[in-house]
């Protein structure tokens, strides 16, 4: 797969380029928790670099409901993926969320192999990364001891991707604008084989991906606190802060900001040139009509612009 995914890498974008591998140790196994822009390309980045820095590769976790086609099964085994099961009623997903918990655990400290992990379910679809804190109530599950010794012998890395042009963004952006006019926004059938294939082969500008350094000492601190509920929230937000601090911003990013709040405060990270050139993207890309143009190409603005709103908030903290 190393082969097809540089493939796709010099097809679909002007350059791969990652930061961090420092912060990690060959002779651990870790618990990469990412931020998630795209089905497929998210987790397949990590692999390559992984193999081209001799590091060994990690398992994946995969939603069960991309499982449903041969294909897409098939290719999931292919790649150390293993299911993530998302449908049941209460106690199903209670004992799903129990054997994940003790799956992943066994993973990293018996079978001593990495495994990665979206930090929330599905992709990010609005640009506004945020680590769901029942991911991390579920990897606690299976410790059987106290927070700090559970979460230490994970050895949690956070991990940022960051694309120049989001994947799939007008399918996100019609989706967020589905989804505000329904109460509930139902996918069609081959919808997510539909994205997999677009995030693949869309144009994606400059990638880059960070390995953050693992969170051990912070747990230290995080441990002092009485309430588990908050012990939980700290830690999501901790995530979060690293996520946001890593994210490598691009002039559309800026520029996006710039539009969305109707300022210039930015003006200086990007040229006239540059901010034609996204606006022209922009107008190219958005085929509805007059109403709907303008509330996806406001959805399109935001979710450009979260990484830069987010990255000023994690300064602030």
Partial sequence: ?????????????????????????????????ANHRDILLDSALLQIILEKEDFA??????????????????????NRMFTVKREGNAKELYDISKQLSAYIRHTIIDKKT???????????????????TGLLKMLGMSGGKD????????????????????PCDFLKAQELYLSDLHSKYIKAQGEDLNSIIT???????????TFGKPIQEELIEINKLVNDNEKIKQLSALI????????????????????????????????????ENFLSYLSKGINAPEGESEL?????????AYPVENKLSARLK
């Fill in 240 to 275: 979060d802060r690293r996520i946001y601090t890593d994210f490598k911003l691009n002039p559309v990013n800026y520029i996006a900001y710039d539009l969305h709040h109707q300022t210039n405060v930015f003006e200086t990270n990007y040229s006239k040139i540059e901010k």
């Fill in 147 to 166: 927070f700090l010794h559970n979460f230490s012998e994970l050895n949690i890395v956070p991990v940022t991707i960051s694309y120049e042009y989001e």
């Fill in 199 to 209: 995030g693949i082969k869309q144009p994606k500008g400059k990638i880059h991906l």
């Fill in 57 to 78: 590769t990690s398992e994946i976790t995969f939603g069960s409901n991309l499982m449903d086609q041969g294909f897409i099964t098939d290719f999931g085994r292919m």
């Fill in 296 to 304: 996806i190409r406001n959805l399109l603005l935001k979710m450009y």
């Fill in 1 to 33: 797969m190393s082969h097809a995914i540089w493939s796709i890498v010099k097809m679909s974008s002007t350059g791969l380029s990652w930061s961090g591998i420092e912060n990690l140790d060959k002779d651990k196994s870790h618990l990469y928790i």
């Fill in 114 to 132: 990495s495994v990665w992990i979206a930090q929330r379910n599905g992709r990010t679809k609005d640009g506004n990364d945020q680590t769901q």
